[in-house]
């Protein structure tokens, strides 16, 4: 920091200059006093919490083993002795299964929207940058990819591949198998997003300035536009993680996406409609923590963007 | 516009044919064809699924599978002195099961010219199956559009005029609270209060199952279509609500409309009369998205209220592999999906002469 700068800041302290904020420190500031925003970020953090330290809690908190069935304990109801959340039709406790599928729905949401961003931010500023040929035949991909209605190509997919008995290779029949599917299928939106961002910051002063001194074009891509899209990509990714999940819930529910034993929020619903009579919790508990985590998604993810959006007004 | 049309259109072509190609690569790849899933009886003796797979055509290789299902086979496999016996063959062997005798004549007239093929399952030609269910799925889709359009578009005139108010906050959440409760999830939860608990509603199905499988007119079955088509429309009550809440907003703070309000115009007469017809504008850009998703069925929906319509059968059809169903199901929905847009441009253009096809 250089002595001028030191004064400056100096100065601003007493109040005698006045000194801009940037658009970070604002969102920042805003996005502290966003109680809802704040609400959301707490919830979905202690859920993320609650999921990685599930063999904890199973082991010294709950004092049971969520893969043990017992066909004479199914479908105890709630708050049940040594099972807070009952158990479901194996006789396994409920909470503790909850927990699992949290590690699961909460991994495949997240993995594939990472892996869905990064090919998403890659392509988009790509083709932005370069324009021409290579822009043409991806936005021709991108509109034949977004013209197959998309849960049909998931469900082809899934059956083709995840589901298929005739395909005996266990690296492609896990949930591994889902993030990469859900991730190559879902950056069209962001590609296209990232596409129009570059297209504007291209023509920008500082860019011009950048290849003027001799910026290679990898290096104007990632070190100059790139920090430009962070507040598309932290919204994006908020959003992302929301709809995949609920994404993969409905594939599980159909039992197309991650197979038993393995637990996620959605293929604990499977069966549930014939549980109605015997355990209804079976039916609401799973629903409810999918709904919680993508509203909070959603809301972090919309809070984000009015945080960093320069036409905000500030009350 | 019409030159417009056309250049888009031809546009389309391209990509239902990436579409097609793709989809039928995805399933011919995949090991265990439809022979695998439909000869599952262990007593089927091997020559009798040889046989089934040479009628198939699975053993050609998938390019040439695929350009059966698009052109047919009459032109790979022929009998031109119609003696009944093949003569010649283009592409396939005419001795496919080296029995010393021809195959007989390709038959399919591929979908080009009109011929859907088989389905593998139901043993019938697809196009009877896809005319059967498009009837279920049009009734579904048309009744959730109309009540997202006609549940939406006032909730977000009114948040917009009540800005900041109770009814704002409220649908706010409520919109958000749509977005985010997964569509199976919340046809369960219908299914159990109204269904199981309550018994006021059935808990499935387009109407009480007859012997001969049809259904009465639609006006005797209303109560079967009220949880299915409020379960659908819920995205479309958040999205409508929320555009049009913004897109009146814009317009609330246009000149024109206080000039209305000087003229001394009732504040219903100022936001309706006024206000929401040109609110509307951008809202109609959604109506051809909504329509395309209309014909290509509601897998989820149907598939949890046990409807009978397309995405049922294309979700069963994938699981049974019945390609050529599949197949019908995903174009027609891809198709309907290109038309969708193109008609929400158009309509952009026809309600606002501002804009100009270019």
């Known amino acids: ?315 | 516009m019409f030159k417009y049309t056309l250049r888009r259109l031809i546009q389309a072509i391209p990509t239902l044919i990436g579409i097609s190609m793709f989809a039928y690569l995805l399933m011919g790849l995949s090991p265990g064809g439809p022979v695998k899933a439909l000869t599952f009886d262990p007593k089927m003796r091997p020559e009798q699924r040889e046989r089934l797979a040479l009628q198939l055509g699975v053993n050609d290789p998938i390019p040439v599978q695929y350009l059966r299902w698009l052109l047919g086979d009459t032109w790979m496999r022929w009998d031109s002195d119609g003696d009944g016996v093949s003569d010649g063959s283009f592409l396939i062997p005419i001795d496919a099961n080296n029995d010393g005798v021809p195959e007989p004549p390709g038959t399919r007239q591929g979908v080009l010219r009109g011929d859907w093929g088989r389905s593998i399952f139901e043993k019938r030609p697809v196009a009877d199956i896809i005319r059967e269910r498009v009837p279920a799925t049009l009734e579904l889709g048309i009744s959730s559009l109309l009540l997202g359009l006609f549940l939406g578009v006032p909730i977000g005139v009114l948040a917009a005029v009540r800005r900041g108010g109770w009814f704002d906050s409220i649908t706010r959440i409520t919109a958000v609270l749509f977005n985010a409760v997964p569509v199976f999830w919340l046809g369960l939860i219908l299914i159990l209060v109204f269904g199981s608990w309550l018994r006021l509603l059935p808990m499935g199905s387009r109407c009480p199952s007859t012997l001969t499988g049809g259904c009465p007119p639609i006006t005797q079955r209303l109560e079967y279509l009220i949880l299915p088509t409020f379960v659908l429309a819920t995205g479309g009550i958040a999205v409508y609500s929320r555009y049009m809440r913004a897109s009146m907003l814009d317009v609330i703070g246009q000149d024109y409309i206080r000039t209305a309000k000087a003229k001394g115009l009732s504040g219903r007469q100022v936001w309706f009369t006024h206000g929401a017809r040109n609110a509307l504008i951008p809202v109609a850009t959604f109506l051809g998205p909504s329509v395309a998703g209309l014909l290509g069925g509601a897998p989820i929906t149907e598939t949890i209220f046990s409807w009978p319509g397309l995405g049922r059968v294309g979700v069963s059809s994938v699981l049974q592999k019945d390609y050529n169903v599949v197949m019908a199901v995903v174009i027609l929905g891809a198709v309907a999906t290109i038309i969708g847009y193109l008609i929400s441009d158009i309509l952009y253009a026809l309600i606002d002469p501002r804009i100009r096809f270019s």
Not at chain 1, 62 to 88: C, N, Q, W
Not at chain 1, 223 to 244: C, F, K, Q, R, Y
Not at chain 1, 245 to 269: D, K, R, T
């Open chain 1, 1 to 315: 920091m250089t002595a001028q700068t030191q004064d400056i800041i100096n100065l601003s302290i007493k109040g005698q200059v006045e000194v801009g904020e940037s658009l970070t420190t604002l969102a920042l500031r805003r996005l502290r006093r966003d109680k809802l925003t704040i609400v959301a970020l707490i919830v979905v953090a202690t859920l993320v919490m609650l999921s990685v330290c599930a063999p904890l809690i199973e082991r010294y908190v709950l004092h049971v083993d969520y893969t043990r069935t017992d066909i004479s304990k199914a479908f105890l109801p709630m708050f049940a002795e040594g099972h807070i959340l009952g158990t479901d039709d194996l006789g396994r406790d409920h909470l503790a299964r909850l927990l699992y599928a949290g590690q699961i729905s909460l991994g495949i949401a997240f993995t594939a929207a990472i892996l869905s961003l990064v090919i998403g931010i890659s392509l988009g500023i790509i083709t932005g940058y370069y324009g021409g040929v290579l822009d043409d035949v991806i936005m021709w991909f991108i509109s034949t990819l977004n013209s197959i209605p998309s849960f049909f190509l998931l469900l082809i997919v899934s059956a083709a591949i995840i589901t298929n008995p005739d395909l005996n290779n266990t690296f492609l029949k896990g949930p591994f198998a889902l993030v990469a599917f859900l991730g190559l299928l879902g950056w069209t939106g962001t590609t296209r997003l990232v596409r129009g961002e570059t297209l504007s910051l291209r023509e920008r002063e500082f860019i011009i300035s950048a290849r003027a001194v001799g910026a290679s074009p990898i290096r104007v891509m990632f070190i100059h536009i790139m920090p430009n899209l962070l507040s598309i990509v932290v919204i994006t990714l908020a959003l992302d993680i929301g709809s995949l999940i609920l994404v993969e819930s409905a594939l599980s529910f159909l039992g197309l996406g991650v197979q038993a034993p393995l637990a996620s929020w959605g293929n604990m619903l499977t069966n549930s409609q014939s549980f109605f009579n015997k355990g209804v919790h079976l039916v609401i508990v799973p629903g409810l923590m999918i709904v919680v985590t993508v509203l909070c998604l959603y809301v972090i993810g919309d809070g984000v963007r009015d945080a960093v959006d320069p036409m905000t007004v500030d009350k």
